[in-house]
């Protein structure tokens, strides 16, 4: 069973970046993107998107299954958040306060994520 707080956790940053995402995938500026925030193509938000439901998949699906998977997915999502937090960081030119916004959900995302799957422990299930 996944810990009520990286449940939590999860869905609140997962919600956050699929707006901001589908913001930007829609050529919307929502929220916290402004126009001159969001990418040329929507390809960053397509991801951003892709990103979320994959995450609340991985948590919130399945749920008493999967002890040793879901910790693996854990870490690539944890791992996978640093690399899009330090693509914000270095990669992205442009001044923009969603940028700032974004990269603080990635390192809390990342850092709860990456230490639940390196720190808790787990009992294989035996059928």
Same mark, same amino acid.
């Given at each position: /069973? %996944?810990? $009520? *707080? %990286?449940?939590? %956790?999860a869905?609140g940053?997962?919600?956050i970046?699929?707006? @901001?995402? #589908?913001g &930007?995938? /829609?050529g919307?500026? *929502?929220?916290? /993107?402004?126009?001159?925030? $969001?990418?040329?193509?929507?390809? $960053?938000?397509? #991801?951003? @998107?892709?990103?979320? %439901?994959?995450?609340? @998949?991985?948590?919130? !699906?399945?749920?008493t299954?999967? $002890?040793?998977?879901?910790?693996? +997915? #854990? +870490?690539?999502i944890?791992i996978? &958040?640093?690399? #899009?937090?330090?693509?914000?960081?270095?990669?992205?030119?442009?001044?923009?306060?969603? !940028?700032?916004w974004?990269?603080?959900v990635?390192?809390?995302?990342?850092? @709860?994520?990456? *230490? &639940?799957?390196?720190?808790?422990?787990?009992?294989a299930?035996h059928?």
């Amino acid at each position: /069973m %996944v810990p $009520t *707080h %990286v449940q939590g %956790v999860a869905l609140g940053t997962s919600s956050i970046l699929g707006i @901001v995402g #589908l913001g &930007d995938w /829609m050529g919307l500026g *929502h929220g916290a /993107m402004s126009k001159a925030c $969001t990418s040329e193509t929507g390809f $960053t938000g397509a #991801l951003l @998107v892709s990103k979320s %439901v994959f995450t609340l @998949v991985t948590i919130f !699906s399945n749920r008493t299954e999967g $002890t040793f998977l879901r910790r693996n +997915l #854990l +870490l690539a999502i944890g791992i996978c &958040d640093m690399g #899009l937090l330090a693509n914000l960081v270095f990669a992205n030119r442009r001044t923009c306060k969603a !940028s700032l916004w974004t990269g603080i959900v990635f390192a809390l995302e990342a850092t @709860v994520f990456i *230490h &639940d799957a390196l720190f808790r422990k787990r009992q294989a299930k035996h059928r």
